[in-house]
Structures are given as structure tokens and as C-alpha cells.
Nanobody, 121 residues
Framework: QVQLVESGGGLVQPGGSLSLSCAAS????????MGWYRQAPGKERELVAT???????NIGDPVKGRFTISIDNTQNTVYLQMNSLKPGDTAVYYC???????????????WGQGTQVTVSS
């Protein structure tokens, strides 16, 4: 059984910084990629950033130049460093991972429970 455990988030003033982390645990063969999506009230879930275990990153346009994603393959953990935060970044942030549960087959999409990020003065 695979679990994604998120940490970080909270309340920060505009212009401030926060960091999120997400660790994958359980029994699986390998991880293909991990990342973050977010969903604000009344809006659809959108890409924040993803990164493969070969360090190829994809950053969403709204956060380019402000957010950085990294991965620690030895710890099965993905990190999101968020700088220059804006009120528009307020959302629930969800960790996502594409995981090969077995050596053969297709990766399975897993989601964390979400962590709230609020940017407000």
C-alpha cells in the first residue's frame, strides 16, 4: 500500500516563503515522477510543478520564477520551495506521484490528502 505524506504549508504574508515536502512510503518498485498540484476554492485543480526521478522538471506558468521543485530519490521525497508568495497562491496543495507498484505494468497515480497554503496579510 502506497502513501504520500505531506508536510509544510500554513499561513504566510504576501512576499513571504514557504516550503512543502511529500514523502512516498509503502511497498512499490519505483517512482517515475512526483509533483504538486493546487486547487483554490471554486477553481479547477492546476499544475504547480512536477519532477521526474531523472530530475526533469515541469513548472506551471503561474509560479515560474518563484517556485522551485526538487526530489530526493534516496528518500522518495519531493520538495517545493515557494518564494514571493501572492494571495493568488492561496489553495490546497496536493502531492502527486506516478509509482510503479510492480516491475512490470504501468505507473499508478497517487495523491496526498492536501495541505492548505494561505497567503494573506
Amino acid at each position: 500500500q502506497v502513501q504520500l505524506v505531506e508536510s509544510g504549508g500554513g499561513l504566510v504574508q504576501p512576499g513571504g516563503s514557504l516550503s512543502l515536502s511529500c514523502a512516498a512510503s509503502g511497498r512499490f518498485f519505483s517512482i517515475d515522477a512526483m509533483g504538486w498540484y493546487r486547487q483554490a476554492p471554486g477553481k479547477e485543480r492546476e499544475l504547480v510543478a512536477t519532477i521526474t526521478t531523472e530530475y526533469s522538471a515541469n513548472i506551471g506558468d503561474p509560479v515560474k520564477g518563484r517556485f522551485t521543485i526538487s526530489i530526493d530519490n534516496t528518500q522518495n521525497t519531493v520538495y517545493l520551495q515557494m518564494n514571493s508568495l501572492k494571495p493568488g497562491d492561496t489553495a490546497v496543495y496536493y502531492c502527486n506521484a506516478d509509482i510503479m507498484v510492480r516491475e512490470m505494468g504501468s505507473p499508478i497515480d497517487y495523491w496526498g490528502q492536501g495541505t492548505q497554503v494561505t497567503v494573506s496579510s
